[in-house]
């Protein structure tokens, strides 16, 4: 199970969205990187161009001590960083929600800012044991001159990572660059649905036999459905000519015997093929943005409803998040035609519709809203946008929510 492709992309997905990924690889890129620069000190005529006698002087006293001096003020200002970065996560988890903590671990520029900050220390390590004074036994002093060069280069970029730094922390606890960023994979999210639809023809839904042997399967694990594997069931079911019905959706929390497909076919799967069958979903102690895109929904509307408590008090933040939602809802109505799922033939799965959509947005933060004369207003105002948007049945859809709690 843990072979199948759900799980290879569950585990690439954790890998990439992980804290320390981006800064071991550039620790392993330090190592190659001294070992290359060592070389090239042992080999200096293998380079077509040579630095100037002023940049190739530095004595074994100098050499040690400017090094050792880049380590410990390296790896000094990483263990600030560290807690700095810590502060920021604590700020948000408290302020905006627990679940918010994944969008600070995943930051690219707090990934990469560590990674920089610590392969410069091994970098730095690594060239400082090269170096090497003349004994007693013949043994000839040794400054790798162009490693040195190479070290210096290193520790400004280091000083560039931590303005940087500085300056990108606190834009990451702002709430408006929270809630855009938010909003702005909704939006994408919601288009590369879309687009996955358009390149899908339609096909008309196989119906069981009236005979078909009915088989409920169940993963044996509790967990957040974290990625579904749908061309892989629909090519099982294609080769051994069944229908699939998936009984739960991407994002929704799955007990250990929980029924998760329905197998209808002429003989009963074999385990082997039950196997198949359940290793296509990936199941993981969290929600994640994979393939849920519900899941920045929610954090919108927490955000929103943490925002409109009484012991915070800030309609703005509500608003912004509403503001966003809009965003993201208005995308699944116009973008190509708006958002029309295509079913597959054997695999009968619940796609995501825009009732479902505005049901998890609208609709879950309208009880935060409607008792703030300013959220309840504009609400209303981002609903009435979204019906003078929306054409057909989607106009349907919205008009009966605003309908709803326009009488409320």
Not at 309 to 329: K, M, Q
Request: charged share 15%; hydrophobic share 45%.
């Amino acid at each position: 199970m843990f072979g199948s492709r759900a799980y290879v992309l569950k585990i690439a997905q954790d890998v990439r969205s992980s804290y320390w990924f981006i800064p071991s690889t550039l620790v392993v890129a330090a190592l190659l990187l001294s070992e290359l620069t060592q070389w090239i000190d042992h080999n200096p005529d293998m380079l077509p161009v040579a630095l100037p006698d002023d940049f190739l002087n530095t004595q074994v006293d100098g050499a040690r001590q400017t090094l050792a001096v880049i380590a410990q003020s390296i790896i000094g200002v990483t263990g600030v960083m560290f807690s700095i970065t810590m502060v920021a996560v604590s700020f948000a988890s408290g302020n905006f929600g627990p679940r918010l903590i994944g969008n600070f671990m995943r930051d690219r520029g707090n990934q990469t800012s560590l990674g920089l900050l610590i392969s410069s220390f091994v970098y730095t390590l690594m060239i400082l044991r090269a170096v090497q004074s003349s004994g007693a036994d013949g043994l000839e002093s040794f400054v790798p001159q162009y490693s040195m060069v190479a070290a210096i280069l290193l520790t400004l970029m280091s000083v560039g990572t931590l303005i940087y730094f500085l300056h990108h922390i606190p834009e990451t606890i702002n709430v408006s660059n929270i809630s855009a960023a938010l909003g702005r994979r909704l939006a994408r999210g919601i288009e590369r649905i879309i687009d996955n639809h358009a390149e899908r023809t339609p096909e008309p839904e196989v119906q069981p036999a009236k005979n078909a042997t009915e088989t409920e399967l169940s993963l044996g694990r509790a967990g957040y459905i974290q990625q579904l594997d749908l061309a892989g069931l629909f090519e099982l079911a294609e080769e051994n000519d069944w229908v699939v019905h998936v009984a739960v959706e991407i994002g929704s929390f799955v007990s250990m015997y929980e029924t998760v497909l329905t197998v209808y076919s002429s003989s009963a799967p074999t385990a082997d093929q039950c196997d198949s069958l359940c290793s296509s979903f990936a199941v993981g102690e969290e929600q994640t943005e994979a393939q849920d895109i519900t899941f920045m929904i929610d954090q919108l509307v927490e955000m929103l409803a943490r925002a409109l408590s009484p012991g915070v008090n800030d309609p703005f933040t509500a608003l912004n998040c509403l503001n966003w939602l809009r965003n993201g809802i208005s995308v699944a109505l116009q973008y190509k035609g708006g958002l029309a799922p295509v079913p597959r033939a054997r695999v009968q799965y619940r796609s995501l519709t825009l009732q479902h959509l505005l049901n998890i947005s609208f609709r879950a933060a309208a009880p935060y809203c409607m008792p703030d004369k300013m959220a309840r207003d504009h609400w209303m105002f981002s609903v009435r946008s979204l019906m003078d948007a929306a054409t057909g049945e989607h106009k349907k859809t919205v008009a009966k929510l605003l309908e709803e709690f326009e009488k409320a």
